[in-house]
């Protein structure tokens, strides 16, 4: 069975940091495709940070320069570590796996955490 499991979220004030954590079970997380995304009230899902490897990572350009996605293998976690947190990115986050098997691609998700900025 297949398990993402998010925590770290909460209220934090405007130009604080949050560090989000996913761990996972159930799937060889090395070889998966690991991700964030977040949807605030009213709004479509949006990715935030997607990373496939150390090095090779792509995130939401209202995010660059304040957000750092990483992962480690050994713990089969992803993190999201989020600076000069605004009000806008008040949403709930989802951590994300995937990857493809004959060419079809295999989603996972997480419950979710709330992330509130605001003073």
């Known amino acids: 069975q297949v398990q993402l499991v998010e925590s770290g979220g909460g209220l934090v004030q405007p130009e604080g940091s949050l560090r989000l954590s996913c761990a996972a079970s159930?799937?060889?997380?090395?070889?998966?495709?690991m991700g964030w995304y977040r949807q605030a009230p009213g709004k479509q899902r949006e990715l935030v940070a997607v990373?496939?490897?150390?090095?090779?990572?792509n995130y939401a350009d209202s995010v660059k320069g304040r957000f750092t996605i990483s992962r480690d293998n050994a713990k089969n976690t992803v993190y999201l570590q989020m600076n000069s947190l605004k009000p806008e990115d008040t949403a709930v986050y989802y951590c994300?796996?995937?990857?493809?098997?004959?060419?079809?691609?295999?989603?996972?998700w997480g419950q979710g955490t709330q992330v509130t900025v605001s003073s």
């Open positions: 994300n796996a995937y990857n493809f098997v004959f060419g079809k691609r295999y989603d996972y």
């Open positions: 159930g799937i060889p997380f090395s070889m998966f495709v």
């Open positions: 990373i496939v490897s150390g090095d090779s990572t």
